[in-house]
């Protein structure tokens, strides 16, 4: 009599912050990627000849995705770091922090998107109430089966609702990695593209550190993410949280495509009429 024993390999939570080597691959950049204190410490720098950029060794289908990063100093405009998550293929989904440099004294924008199947144009952009320059700050991306919440230092300032009633598409399929990049973007980034890249002040660099994903690891093919016991997975604002990100919405927004009617002539999307 022979025992047959089925592996069946399903997604797995994790929760790290660990070393940078052992977690994350170099997808570009060759040197300009430096890995610091042990593991601990990730730069990426920007030169004229090229960016630079890290992704994920795993893939992750929803999660709490956590890093401290402490952007370009001084004259950085043309230049964008970004900090995302994206799948794979021409269909891909994506959610995304983008940090567009600016002359030096100058706030840095902060544009948020949500992609799903390989359409986007769902941006939001903030100011920050703090140089986000001078120290490390925290940037977090929630997804979840129900919402998507962008939160600075543990604030909200935007949320995406899966709203089932609506039609609207929302980002549930697709396993995504974690992606960090940093490149010269000076024919939009800084006033429309009217401010370009200095390369005379070349390198440009940022920092990273403490990256934490508290999220389901996919496995190909597996078809399940038994993740539903953890407090994440069906996090939602609660009242003092959508206080909080109304007012900074309030003080700290500068861009919001939910109100462009010259960008949509033929009607505001959809999930315009439903969200924040």
Same mark, same amino acid.
């Given at each position: 009599?022979?025992?047959?024993?089925?592996?069946?390999?399903? %997604?797995?939570?994790?929760?790290?912050?660990? #070393?940078?080597?052992? *977690?994350?691959?170099?997808?570009?950049?060759?040197?300009?990627?430096?890995?610091?204190? #042990?593991?601990?410490?990730?730069?990426?720098?920007?030169?004229? *000849?090229?960016?630079?950029?890290? /992704?994920?060794?795993?893939?992750?289908?929803?999660? &709490?995705?956590?890093? /401290?990063?402490?952007?370009?100093?001084?004259?950085?405009?043309?230049?964008?770091?970004?900090?995302?998550?994206?799948?794979?293929?021409?269909?891909?989904?994506?959610?995304?922090?983008?940090?567009?440099?600016?002359?030096?004294?100058?706030?840095?924008?902060?544009?948020?998107?949500?992609?799903?199947?390989? &359409?986007?144009?769902?941006?939001? /952009?903030?100011?920050?109430?703090?140089?986000?320059?001078?120290?490390?700050?925290?940037?977090?991306?929630?997804?979840? %089966?129900?919402?998507?919440?962008?939160?600075?230092?543990?604030?909200?300032?935007?949320?995406?609702?899966?709203?089932?009633?609506? &039609?609207? %598409?929302? %980002?549930?399929?697709?396993?995504?990695?974690?992606?960090?990049?940093?490149?010269?973007?000076?024919?939009?980034?800084?006033?429309?593209?009217?401010?370009?890249?200095?390369?005379?002040?070349?390198?440009?660099?940022?920092?990273?550190?403490?990256?934490?994903?508290?999220?389901?690891?996919?496995?190909?093919?597996?078809?399940?993410?038994?993740?539903?016991?953890?407090?994440?997975?069906?996090?939602?604002?609660?009242?003092?949280?959508?206080?909080? =990100?109304?007012?900074? /919405?309030?003080?700290?927004?500068?861009?919001?495509?939910?109100?462009?009617?010259?960008?949509?002539?033929?009607?505001?999307? =959809?999930?315009?009429?439903?969200?924040?």
């Amino acid at each position: 009599m022979k025992l047959i024993v089925f592996l069946v390999v399903l %997604p797995w939570v994790a929760v790290f912050a660990r #070393n940078f080597s052992q *977690d994350f691959d170099l997808t570009w950049g060759s040197d300009r990627v430096r890995i610091l204190n #042990n593991g601990e410490l990730l730069t990426l720098s920007l030169d004229k *000849d090229s960016g630079s950029a890290f /992704q994920s060794k795993n893939e992750y289908l929803f999660g &709490k995705i956590s890093v /401290q990063l402490k952007l370009v100093p001084d004259y950085s405009a043309g230049t964008v770091t970004s900090y995302y998550l994206a799948s794979q293929g021409s269909t891909w989904d994506e959610i995304d922090f983008e940090f567009l440099g600016n002359l030096s004294g100058d706030p840095y924008t902060v544009h948020t998107n949500v992609i799903t199947e390989g &359409k986007g144009d769902r941006e939001q /952009q903030f100011r920050l109430w703090f140089d986000p320059t001078a120290d490390f700050h925290t940037y977090s991306i929630l997804w979840n %089966p129900h919402v998507i919440i962008f939160y600075v230092d543990g604030t909200p300032i935007r949320e995406f609702k899966n709203l089932d009633s609506t &039609k609207v %598409p929302f %980002p549930e399929s697709r396993a995504m990695r974690i992606h960090s990049s940093i490149w010269n973007a000076d024919d939009w980034a800084t006033k429309g593209g009217l401010i370009k890249t200095d390369w005379s002040k070349a390198p440009f660099t940022a920092s990273f550190r403490n990256i934490s994903a508290q999220a389901c690891i996919w496995a190909s093919g597996s078809g399940a993410y038994p993740c539903s016991s953890n407090s994440w997975q069906a996090k939602q604002l609660d009242a003092p949280s959508l206080e909080r =990100l109304m007012w900074v /919405q309030k003080h700290y927004m500068i861009y919001n495509y939910c109100i462009d009617l010259k960008r949509f002539p033929q009607g505001l999307p =959809l999930e315009c009429a439903a969200t924040t």
